[in-house]
């Protein structure tokens, strides 16, 4: 895990200190980390360094060399190839909630000028960025660093630009940066078309039919993050994205080449490491809540590096929050021997309630059913 230097780290809150005045002056910037970068700091600002006990912790943390599953598709459209590569999507789930897949469909090129539009996005004239600068959760573009910036217990070292149309599933194009608007749209399609895919073969997986995940309309509203970690100049006291699970159903990531994603995996912190041309899957919380428990969505997190910047983007399919469809264990999957763990729930709740907690605390105890007695 390396050496961490504790020189930042203060036990207790010292009194001089006003964190709010400190997170306030950096919102008010609307320049994000990469504008404290661009400002030639050159110390990490206290509203970015971790709590003492957890960079304690961190030291008592195993380092583990082991590798995420990688699963090729390749052989998916014949039955022996589409066989074996259940098994393994199935075997992921269960042990990982995370696997990589190359040999997707989406070519190197693609996914290059994705990156390549993240990079110019974030690195374009600060006062043309700023147009997109809000805290407004609403707006279906927007550009932030750390959306609970005024709650989290310490800043992540990222600036963000989001897209979201899980209000409506619908998206005008004008409303994307003009920079990175063509390989946006490019980029998006596909990996909703590699996001149907993914979703059979689960389904398959589970024992469902082939086309059950994607008819209940998971995919129809999505958020796609596209994320912007400067190079940081003390890494390990502060980290690129805090612990956590995602308020998904199912998350589809392209990471370029500099590394920093994690897995917790037997309580030991796993390195994805990047592949060329592979994308990162990972169960979200929604599919597990419907699988009853047989899949699983991990805590991962990203670490802080001096090497930068790192870029990366995140599609989260979170189906459409007007639905008024509820969602909860799927029927085929219980019985007298596994009866459901979770009550059922709308998607507007479900994302309502992701809001009003710290990322690092998953739902699952929220919506187990003997902690809550009603439906939403």
Not at 283 to 302: A, E, F, T
């Amino acid at each position: 895990m390396g050496t961490i230097s504790m020189d930042g780290c203060t036990s207790g809150v010292q009194p001089e200190y006003d964190r709010m005045k400190e997170v306030k002056a950096f919102d008010d910037t609307k320049t994000g980390v990469k504008g404290l970068v661009d400002s030639g700091a050159k110390k990490l600002p206290k509203m970015f360094i971790r709590p003492c006990h957890e960079l304690e912790e961190e030291l008592k943390t195993p380092s583990v060399k082991l590798q995420v599953p990688v699963i090729n598709l390749e052989g998916i459209g014949n039955k022996n190839g589409y066989e074996e590569i259940v098994k393994q999507v199935l075997d992921a789930s269960e042990k990982w909630g995370f696997f990589q897949v190359v040999n997707h469909g989406i070519s190197m090129e693609v996914l290059n000028n994705m990156l390549q539009g993240i990079r110019m996005f974030h690195e374009q004239d600060a006062e043309v960025k700023k147009k997109f600068y809000t805290r407004e959760r609403g707006k279906r573009v927007l550009y932030s660093s750390n959306y609970d910036l005024y709650f989290s217990r310490f800043a992540n070292w990222r600036d963000t630009l989001s897209v979201n149309n899980t209000n409506s599933g619908h998206l005008d194009p004008k409303e994307l940066p003009e920079i990175c608007r063509d390989v946006m749209l490019e980029y998006s399609n596909q990996v909703l078309n590699l996001s149907d895919v993914l979703l059979e073969l689960i389904s398959v997986a589970l024992g469902l039919k082939p086309h059950y995940l994607k008819e209940t309309e998971c995919t129809k509203g999505w958020t796609a993050v596209f994320h912007y970690y400067p190079a940081c100049p003390a890494p390990d006291l502060t980290l690129g994205a805090s612990k956590h699970t995602d308020p998904s159903f199912l998350t589809i990531l392209l990471q370029d080449q500099i590394g920093g994603l994690q897995v917790l995996h037997q309580n030991q912190w796993v390195d994805v490491q990047p592949i060329p041309g592979a994308l990162v899957v990972n169960i979200g919380d929604i599919l597990q809540i419907m699988s009853n428990d047989k899949i699983k969505s991990v805590y991962h997190r990203v670490r802080a590096n001096q090497v930068g910047p790192r870029v990366s983007a995140a599609f989260f399919f979170k189906g459409l929050l007007s639905s008024p469809r509820l969602y909860g264990p799927i029927k085929e999957l219980i019985s007298e021997d596994n009866p459901a763990i979770y009550r059922e729930f709308t998607l507007s709740a479900f994302q309502t309630h992701f809001f009003s907690r710290p990322l690092d605390e998953p739902p699952f105890e929220y919506y187990k059913l003997q902690n809550h007695g009603h439906e939403e």
